[in-house]
């Protein structure tokens, strides 16, 4: 339960650091683009080892196929709304993908903190913080640029996504072990559907508008680096 509890706070500390250093610190662009790309490198490969693989692997592929498809349509559907609503700069796109991936990435995440050891859950881990911090920065200054909010009110909206994010994690650790592989399954590749969907969307194209000449090395070294963290205690 400590280790359970330590890798939570860790990550959801992440989006509140991030918020912070978006709104009151300063980022360049550039900076912000590399960050981001890192993150969706890392991404990139946590969410097929650690989402998918796992999900063909003991439930079924129709059911990894379900899950995928309903993460990245949903994630569309409210990415568009929130765009209608608050503007595509205003940077609830970013809020809305770290939090629809977010739910079920950090309840499939509580659950894989059943019994393992931190070399097991470190690339998951490991990635969802290294996408959270730079996500929530770049989105917070977003939001504090164009959204017509408060600093306060922003930084309020950050902790409360971190403390969604973090029951998500303590619930899937604590309600969701007994559950059957099928659900399990959806909930992982939901979560992937969703990452997928905002790396195509927010994260990619946004790196590369900012830092076009190493976004692809940044995204190639968040994979190398997701890569380290998977073999950590391998």
């Known amino acids: 339960m400590m280790m359970t509890l330590l890798v939570v706070v860790a990550v959801s500390a992440a989006l509140i650091a991030g918020a912070a250093w978006g709104i009151y610190g300063h980022m360049g662009d550039t900076t912000r683009a590399f960050l981001v790309a890192l993150a969706g490198g890392a991404l990139v490969l946590s969410l097929v080892t650690e989402l998918v693989e796992p999900s063909v692997e003991r439930s079924s592929l129709a059911m990894a196929m379900i899950g995928v498809a309903a993460g990245a349509v949903v994630f569309a559907a409210v990415d568009y709304l929130i765009d209608e609503y608050w503007g595509p700069d205003s940077g609830g796109g970013l809020l809305a993908a770290i939090t629809l991936d977010g739910i079920p990435e950090n309840l499939a995440l509580g659950v894989a903190l059943i019994g393992a050891g931190a070399g097991e859950v470190a690339a998951l881990a490991g990635s969802i913080f290294l996408s959270n911090l730079p996500e929530a920065a770049g989105s917070a200054r977003d939001m504090a640029a164009h959204g017509g909010r408060s600093k306060l009110r922003i930084l ?5 996504t971190a403390g969604l994010l ?17 659900v399990l399954a959806f909930i992982r590749c939901f979560a992937a559907g969703a990452v997928v969907a905002s790396l195509a969307t927010e994260v990619f194209p946004q790196a ?22 998977g073999n950590i205690g391998g």
Not at 156 to 160: D, E, H, L, M, Q
Not at 168 to 181: H, I, P, R
Not at 208 to 229: N, P, R
């Open 156 to 160: 309020g909206i950050w902790a409360a």
């Open 166 to 182: 973090s029951l998500a994690a303590l619930a899937g650790n604590l309600l969701l072990d007994t559950v059957g592989e099928g």
């Open 208 to 229: 590369y508008q900012d830092d076009k000449h190493l976004a692809g090395v940044a995204t190639a070294l968040g994979l190398i680096l997701a890569l380290v963290l």
